[in-house]
């Protein structure tokens, strides 16, 4: 399951470059948007020898993206398709977290 987080992972953060990169919002300029998205993906980079402490991290801030993509996705009819893409990366990526739980043995 830790691949399939790390691939969620991944995705997310080619979501958000390719979303700020060529889709530029509207009220904010490009360069803000991208400075706000993306290097809060790569702060878990620091904690990367310990993967499954990284994932806790990137689930922790992928809420975040799972908020945004929902409002974009309700609100923007032209980057609908990018809201659900990063809908469906922040879904893979909690669900990863959440089976790779493991229930304690009871005594």
Not at 54 to 59: A, C, E, Q
Not at 71 to 89: F, K, N, Q
């Amino acid at each position: 399951m830790q691949r399939t987080g790390i691939a969620a992972w991944a995705a997310l953060l080619a979501v958000q470059v390719l979303w700020y990169s060529l889709y530029a919002p509207v009220s904010i300029p490009r360069w803000v948007a991208f400075a706000l998205t993306v290097p809060p993906l790569l702060l878990p980079l620091l904690s990367l020898p310990r993967i499954s402490r990284t994932l806790l991290w990137v689930g922790i801030l992928s809420l975040f993206y799972f908020c945004h993509g929902v409002a974009e996705a309700w609100s923007s009819t032209g980057d609908r398709w990018l809201a659900w893409l990063e809908i469906v990366c922040t879904l893979l990526l909690i669900g990863s977290l959440g089976a790779s739980v493991r229930k304690p043995r009871a005594g």
